[in-house]
């Protein structure tokens, strides 16, 4: 029934890529070119074990991550948060272009196969102020898309209301701004290994908060799988 609801939408509306504006056909089932796909840029090798950032002249962990205890064992970024992946990411969220979820499960789905293969993935949960304020939540869409392609999606977390805004705030305040404030959920079973699911990393302080979370609820290693990382 989707299908052929947005096969509908795009002979009455037809579809323009988020990035270059170009009409695309009636059938496509998100807002982007395979011209404009193919043109962004993606997260450099060598990555930092830790963050999955490129490294740049470092040997190992990055400067960030030799600096910072973070609580997940690695993570996997897909683009950095600049040029067209930074402007994807806001026509997704701020712009509620949310048919961009589907390009974004795809390529998600393909970075966990073979890294992850099995492992439960648990969406970041956003804050109920946001939730609130938006309408929806950009995460846990895109999980659902991820769940409709079989992949094991499962709502272990909740965020307990307060805390100030994260944008403002460095990584040591954003840390202290989230502890205790990520509530594991029944149904995690000891010694499992877990996936976070995210869609920007930026300190990296949320994703860590989370996998604290997990880890002292017994999963036995975490992992971040995100859109983008600033």
């Given amino acids: 029934?989707?299908?052929?609801?947005?096969?509908?939408?795009?002979?009455?509306?037809?579809?323009?890529?988020?990035?270059?504006?170009?009409?695309?056909?009636?059938?496509?089932?998100?807002?982007?070119?395979?011209?404009?796909?193919?043109?962004?840029?993606?997260?450099?090798?060598?990555?930092?074990?830790?963050?999955?950032?490129?490294?740049?002249?470092?040997?190992?962990?990055?400067?960030?991550?030799?600096?910072?205890?973070?609580?997940?064992?690695?993570?996997?970024?897909?683009?950095?948060?600049?040029?067209?992946?930074?402007?994807?990411?806001?026509?997704?969220?701020?712009?509620?272009?949310?048919?961009?979820?589907?390009?974004?499960?795809?390529?998600?789905?393909?970075?966990?196969?073979?890294?992850?293969?099995?492992l439960p993935i648990v969406p970041v949960p956003p804050s109920p102020g946001k939730l609130r304020k938006k309408g929806w939540d950009q995460v846990a869409a895109i999980a659902a898309e991820l769940r409709r392609r079989g992949l094991p999606v499962r709502g272990l977390l909740r965020r307990a209301p307060g805390g100030a805004a994260q944008k403002s705030l460095d990584y040591e305040g954003r840390a202290a701004n989230l502890r205790g404030r990520m509530i594991l959920r029944p149904g995690l079973r000891p010694g499992t290994a877990c996936v976070l699911l995210d869609d920007v990393m930026t300190t990296g302080a949320t994703l860590s908060e989370c996998a604290r979370a997990l880890k002292a609820g017994g999963a036995s290693a975490v992992g971040c799988l995100v859109i983008a990382a600033d």
């Fill in 1 to 118: 029934m989707r299908s052929i609801l947005d096969a509908f939408i795009g002979a009455v509306a037809p579809l323009a890529c988020a990035l270059c504006g170009d009409a695309l056909p009636a059938v496509a089932t998100y807002p982007l070119c395979e011209r404009c796909a193919a043109g962004l840029p993606r997260v450099r090798e060598p990555r930092c074990p830790r963050c999955g950032k490129g490294l740049v002249s470092e040997e190992g962990l990055c400067m960030r991550c030799r600096r910072s205890n973070y609580d997940f064992d690695s993570a996997y970024p897909l683009f950095p948060y600049a040029a067209g992946a930074k402007e994807l990411v806001q026509a997704y969220k701020l712009v509620g272009r949310r048919s961009l979820g589907r390009y974004f499960a795809r390529e998600l789905e393909a970075a966990y196969r073979g890294r992850w293969d099995g």
